[in-house]
């Protein structure tokens, strides 16, 4: 079992989203500590906030005062009610918030079901509640609570945990918002990409799209992207989703700066030589596009090519998960620019290139299934192995607390809660 640990200081918010999945009928209340009850045993936002009024009135100078804590049960574990709320209420005693009023959500809008907790971390008399080693101490209540009540310890998960942290988008499932969300977030942390162009080769791994677009807002020029989900063949299906609603990192102005970035980090990078010989020889060596592919894969490179409607190759990207860098076929050398694909796979015309040579002697050999094999970035393995390790996921902790549940989801509602009572005041 995972927890993650947020803090805030949007009770409202916290609250409202939670609510939220039990207006969908993907949540319930499963328990509420120390709260006020109410006649039919259902509970209004406004009705819970009564209940911590008192302790964020008597707040002296804590900023974050609400307390959201999710556990999350491996998928492979069955946990009835019963079972949820004797967690919960033993995580929340053990942490120190036994006599706080809390609420436990139980959310079922994922494959996994899982418990929100949302309470305050400041008690009766407004002091705040020691969070010391809090992280160390969840960690240790989670394997007491493991082995207490017969859960799969997340330290010991296997290579086919049956649930992949990023995951291809699949429109068919439905809630393609938090599909695409739980991808781009990340990939700009972990990959080094120039232009829109080498975002969308990289994109397109996970059966995403996105385009610019312009138009003029208040006699300005406003320029924003627009995300799109596809479908296996590669076309883009469902509604087009602003960039907005995934957060400043999703969006056009932060994409920029990524790429000005990384074309500083990738001048001179000796990664660009080592891929450009291997491709180089894997090219020459081979005489079809799948084969072609079929080689590189084994080095954990991916092979993006884009056609016109004739059917004609006019971009080739080639996205490399062991230096975690994208590159344009032109960028890398002439040799790779997207016509000589061309010519070589729809008109049987195959020009000889001089491999350049590089220091590293291993990737000097003559034939490209003799060259070392790369293991790519753990986070994206599975693009090309279909098997992945998972235990770093308990030694990230909070780091990457998207990647454990559907927590961006929380942030991007309360985002456009905030975002719609601007636009309220502002109409004032």
């Not at 995972?2 to 939670?18: E, H």
């Not at 936002?45 to 491996?74: C, G, R, W």
């Not at 990289?202 to 995403?208: A, E, M, V």
Request: net charge positive; charged share 25%; hydrophobic share 30%.
């Amino acid at each position: 079992m995972i927890a993650k640990i947020g803090r805030s200081n949007n009770l409202f918010g916290v609250l409202s989203y939670n609510n939220t999945k039990i207006q969908q009928e993907k949540g319930e209340i499963l328990l509420t500590n120390k709260m006020i009850e109410t006649l039919n045993g259902q509970y209004s936002v406004p009705q819970l906030m009564k209940s911590f009024e008192p302790y964020l009135i008597a707040n002296q100078k804590t900023e974050k005062h609400t307390l959201h804590i999710s556990l999350n049960p491996d998928p492979g574990d069955h946990v009835c009610d019963q079972k949820y709320k004797e967690i919960a209420e033993q995580y929340m005693r053990e942490m120190g918030y036994g006599e706080q009023p809390f609420v436990v959500f139980k959310h079922t809008d994922i494959d996994r079901s899982h418990i929100h907790i949302v309470s305050v971390c400041v008690d009766e008399n407004g002091k705040k509640i020691s969070d010391q080693f809090e992280k160390v101490r969840s960690m240790k209540i989670c394997r007491d609570l493991e082995k207490a009540f017969g859960l799969q310890p997340a330290t010991e998960k296997q290579s086919q945990q049956n649930e992949k942290i990023f995951r291809a988008v699949n429109y068919k499932k439905g809630d393609v918002k938090s599909q695409i969300s739980s991808v781009i977030r990340h990939l700009p942390e972990y990959y080094q990409f120039q232009t829109l162009g080498e975002y969308n080769a990289l994109l397109s791994l996970y059966n995403i799209t996105t385009e610019q677009i312009e138009g003029e807002l208040h006699g300005k020029l406003k320029r924003g992207l627009l995300y799109f989900p596809l479908s296996d063949d590669g076309k883009k299906t469902g509604h087009p989703l602003k960039a907005s609603l995934f957060g400043k990192t999703a969006g056009l102005e932060s994409l920029q700066l990524h790429f000005e970035k990384c074309k500083l980090n990738l001048k001179n990078n000796p990664a660009q030589k080592i891929l450009k010989s291997l491709i180089l020889k894997t090219f020459q060596s081979t005489n079809n596009e799948s084969d072609f592919k079929r080689k590189l894969a084994l080095h954990h490179i991916d092979t993006v090519i884009r056609r016109n409607e004739k059917g004609r190759i006019y971009g080739v990207t080639f996205i490399d998960h062991h230096s975690k860098t994208v590159w344009n076929g032109s960028r890398l050398g002439k040799e790779l620019a997207a016509n000589n694909f061309n010519d070589c796979w729809n008109r049987n015309i195959k020009q000889e290139a001089k491999v350049p040579r590089v220091s590293n002697t291993k990737l000097a050999t003559s034939d490209p299934a003799d060259m070392p094999l790369k293991k790519p970035h753990h986070l994206f393995e599975f693009l090309t192995t279909g098997k992945q390790e998972d235990d770093w996921v308990e030694s990230l902790g909070g780091l990457l607390p998207q990647l454990q549940g559907e927590d961006y989801e929380e942030q991007i509602f309360v985002n456009e809660m905030m975002k719609k009572r601007k636009r309220q005041r502002s109409q004032k």
